[in-house]
């Protein structure tokens, strides 16, 4: 079975443009919670989805928004872009809610 | 105070070596305790998951938890250079709640 994959991988912006990330769920997997990863914060919750609705949210400004489309594939989306954004953005699916959660790789944000 | 500490290390061991991570919280609704390791470049991949206190084998690998002291613990035995990570303790509340609250992650290096 494929594991988790997001696009892109690695991205440059500059400040105050916005970004979408994009993630692809492990088959049959209906939850995706997406992280930011920074050497100085670690890894911190952004949100959660299942069945194409939020149901958990972490405390980030509302210019960190995403969704869910009904093949449980994810976007996130960034919008005025900081520098203090760039980070490492990792994707996350579950079969369930509540369940083991499986990472993808990263898409490695830099905000110029 | 943070809901979960970890101690950033860096930690460097020579092969064969006991390595002891540990990690300190302070919310008492976790319920569900992991521990991931992550490799330079890629996401995190769950190593173990563990809901009551005592202690969980697999392998080279055994997870402590200690509920009522607050506190987790992951053992490596005859630690092995493939080792050299960053290992996260992870919590869950359960409930509604579905997040992951990570620690920041100890570097590990295992020197050959």
């Known amino acids: 079975k494929a594991g988790v994959t997001q696009t892109p991988r690695y991205l440059i912006k500059t400040r105050g443009q916005q970004v979408t990330l994009s993630c692809s769920p492990i088959?049959?997997?209906?939850?995706v919670s997406w992280y930011q990863q920074t050497p100085g914060q670690g890894l911190q919750f952004l949100f959660e989805?299942?069945?194409?609705?939020?149901?958990n949210k972490g405390n980030f400004p509302g210019r960190f928004s995403g969704r869910q489309f009904s093949n449980s594939r994810s976007e996130m989306n960034v919008s005025t872009l900081e520098l203090g954004d760039s980070a490492l953005y990792l994707c996350a699916s579950s079969p369930g809610q509540g369940e083991t959660q499986y990472f993808g790789p990263g898409t490695r944000l830099l905000v110029l | 105070q943070k809901e979960v500490e970890q101690d950033p290390g860096p930690l460097s061991v020579p092969e064969g070596a006991i390595v002891s991570l540990n990690c300190t919280y302070s919310?008492?609704?976790?319920?569900?305790f992991m521990w991931y390791r992550q490799y330079s470049r890629k996401g995190p991949e769950l190593l173990m998951y563990t809901y009551s206190s005592g202690n969980k084998e697999d392998g080279r690998f055994t997870a402590q938890v200690d509920k009522s002291s607050k506190y987790i613990s992951l053992f490596i035995r005859d630690s092995q250079p493939s080792d050299s990570a960053t290992y996260l303790c992870?919590?869950?509340?359960?409930?509604?709640?579905?997040?992951?609250?990570f620690g920041k992650g100890t570097l590990l290096t295992v020197n050959p």
């Open positions: 989805y299942f069945s194409e609705t939020q149901r």
């Open positions: 919310n008492s609704a976790f319920q569900y």
């Open positions: 992870a919590m869950i509340s359960g409930g509604s709640n579905y997040k992951l609250t």
């Open positions: 088959s049959g997997h209906r939850s």
